[in-house]
C-alpha cells in the first residue's frame, strides 16, 4: 500500500464523523459535538483542524457569571477548509466596527470559549490590550497565524479572542496548559512576530485559576525585540 493512501476503514470513520454541509461553512447546530460537523467540499484546502466562531455580548452593568456568560454567547458558525473560512468571514462585521461590549471567538471546533470546558480547564491564555482602531487588522492576523498553524506547539493551542471595549480592545490566545513554559514562550514568541508587536508592548499571562479568582493575578512579561 502506498505510504499516503489511507487505509479503507479510516476514510470510511471520516465520512462517519462529518457531514457535508451546503451554508457557506456555517454549522447552526448549538451542540458540543466533538466529532467534525463539517467537512471540505471536493478540491478545496483542509485546515488541520475545523474551527467554531461565536459571538457574545452583554451590558457591562450586570455583574458577570459562568451562567450568564453561557447564555450570552452564541455559536454563529464552523468552517473546514480555507475557502469556508474566507466566505465565512467576508461576510462577519469586522471587530472595529462592533459596538459595546462584544467579543468574537474563533475555537477549535468541539471546544466552547469558556474555562468551564475541559480543555481550557488547566490552561492560560496570552493578553494584549490595544489602543482604538488596531482590533480589525490584529484580529485578523493571529487568527491566520492559528489556522495557518504558525505556533508550532501541537494541539496546545485552543483559540483566539477578540473583545471590544469602550477605552481599549483586548486580544487573546487561549492554549490548554499552563504550567508548561516552554510551550507559554513559543506562543508568546509567535504572537510578537506575527503581530509585529513594539518593543515596549507588555503582554499579561493569565491562567485559568487566576480567571476564576480575580482580575489582579497576572503574569506581565515585557517584550524585547
Not at 465565512?88 to 461590549?101: A, M, N, Q
Not at 497565524?145 to 493551542?157: K, P, T
Not at 508548561?180 to 506575527?194: E, N
Not at 518593543?199 to 485559568?208: D, G, L, P, S, V
Request: charged residues 25%; neutral net charge.
Amino acid at each position: 500500500m502506498d505510504q499516503l493512501e489511507r487505509p479503507r476503514d479510516e476514510e470510511d470513520q471520516e465520512d462517519a464523523d462529518c457531514r457535508h454541509d451546503n451554508s457557506d461553512g456555517i454549522n447552526n447546530n448549538n451542540n458540543n459535538n466533538r466529532r467534525k460537523t463539517v467537512c471540505p467540499a471536493a478540491g478545496e484546502h483542509p485546515l488541520q483542524y475545523n474551527y467554531t466562531f461565536w459571538y457574545s455580548r452583554r451590558t457591562p452593568t450586570r455583574p458577570a457569571s459562568s451562567l450568564s456568560y453561557e447564555q450570552n454567547i452564541r455559536q454563529i458558525g464552523t468552517v473546514a477548509s480555507v475557502e469556508q473560512f474566507w466566505r465565512f468571514y467576508s461576510h462577519l462585521v469586522r471587530p472595529g466596527d462592533l459596538s459595546g461590549h462584544s467579543d468574537f471567538h474563533l475555537f477549535k471546533e468541539g471546544i466552547k470559549p469558556m474555562w468551564e470546558d475541559e480543555s481550557n480547564r488547566s490552561g492560560g491564555k496570552w493578553i494584549i490590550r490595544l489602543r482604538k482602531g488596531l482590533a480589525s487588522r490584529f484580529w485578523e492576523n493571529i487568527i491566520l497565524a492559528m489556522l495557518g498553524e504558525q505556533f508550532m506547539v501541537g494541539e496546545e493551542i485552543c483559540g483566539a479572542v477578540v473583545s471590544i471595549r469602550f477605552q481599549e480592545d483586548i486580544l487573546s490566545i487561549w492554549n490548554r496548559t499552563s504550567n508548561d513554559q516552554t510551550t507559554t514562550s513559543r506562543i508568546r514568541d509567535t504572537l510578537r512576530r506575527v503581530l509585529n508587536l513594539p518593543a515596549n508592548t507588555i503582554m499579561e499571562y493569565k491562567t485559568h485559576n487566576d480567571s476564576l479568582r480575580d482580575n489582579s493575578s497576572f503574569r506581565n512579561t515585557k517584550i524585547s525585540l
